[in-house]
């Protein structure tokens, strides 16, 4: 299926940079998604997964986790608890700062993330194949730019 640009003449330039960014972003979330259905999982747990892995062995504490994600989770809490009653996760409270609670990736979690990190490479192959790698550079360092701005004073 072809997807018809949608032209917007009178829309401000960055409307529809803005417009084409979310169009964008789910496009390429909904193929993301449809691998890891098959495997159980959201694209939101996946990126857990691959955040835990990244701080093994210590962990990380859910504040530091939802620092880490790549989109927003309201409810990290409840995400993780989901995740943990799957045995992809485990949770413990220190011992020297009870308040604390790390949360690490369980052994069956680093399996499945095994098993989805070719699937996954291959997937991001195909969805931007037909970029140069220079562009495919230009791009990534655009959206970094964008991404580095800082919050937007208001007063």
Do not use: W
Not at 22 to 49: C, I, M, R, S
Not at 97 to 103: E, L, P
Not at 137 to 145: G, N
């Amino acid at each position: 299926m072809s997807r018809r640009p949608v032209s917007h003449p009178d829309l401000p330039l960055e409307d529809k940079v803005f417009i084409s960014l979310e169009k964008t972003a789910d496009f390429l979330g909904l193929e993301a998604e449809q691998l890891f259905k098959p495997h159980g999982l959201t694209g939101t747990q996946y990126n857990v997964l691959r955040i835990l892995r990244g701080a093994e062995p210590e962990g990380l504490a859910c504040r530091a986790i939802g620092e880490r994600m790549i989109s927003h989770d309201p409810d990290m809490t409840r995400l993780l608890d989901r995740m943990e009653k799957r045995g992809l996760i485990s949770r413990a409270r220190q011992t020297d700062d009870r308040r604390v609670i790390k949360t690490r990736v369980s052994s069956a979690g680093l399996v499945l993330l095994k098993s989805l990190d070719q699937p996954v490479r291959e997937l991001h192959k195909r969805q931007f194949y037909h970029l140069p790698a220079a562009r495919l550079k230009t791009l990534a360092k655009l959206l970094e730019e964008v991404r580095a701005r800082g919050p937007e004073q208001t007063e």
